[in-house]
Nanobody, 124 residues
């Protein structure tokens, strides 16, 4: 069982920034696809950013130009730098991992093997 733990959530005002972190002690899972999802009440959990083991990144249109996904050199921590926050960014944010390439299926929730507990982000 791979443990993923998110942190860094909280409250921010429109235009401000937050940085989320997701840590893991499993060194092999991060060689594949790591991603950030978010979910608001009444909506499905949506993929917003993903990074492959080779460093290739992909973003949902809703966050392009504002959010940046990255990993530390040891690949034990996944980050999501969120700039220029909007009220629409309010959600519970989850990190996820799957033992496969991100590829074209990076938004398919059912393909991810592991999930964190989520961290709340509120923008007003």
């Amino acid at each position: 069982h791979v443990q993923l733990v998110e942190s860094g959530g909280g409250s921010a005002q429109t235009g401000e920034f937050l940085r989320l972190s997701c840590t893991t002690s499993d060194y092999s899972v991060t060689a594949y696809c790591m991603a950030w999802f978010r979910q608001t009440p009444g909506k499905e959990r949506e993929g917003i950013a993903a990074i492959d083991g080779d460093g290739t990144v992909i973003y949902a249109d809703s966050v392009k130009g504002r959010f940046t996904i990255s990993q530390d050199n040891a690949k034990t921590t996944l980050y999501l730098q969120m700039n220029s926050l909007k009220p629409e960014d309010t959600a519970i944010y989850y990190c996820a991992a799957k033992r496969d390439e991100c590829g074209m299926t990076w938004k398919w929730r059912s393909l991810y093997n592991y999930w964190g507990q989520g961290t709340q982000v509120t923008v007003s």
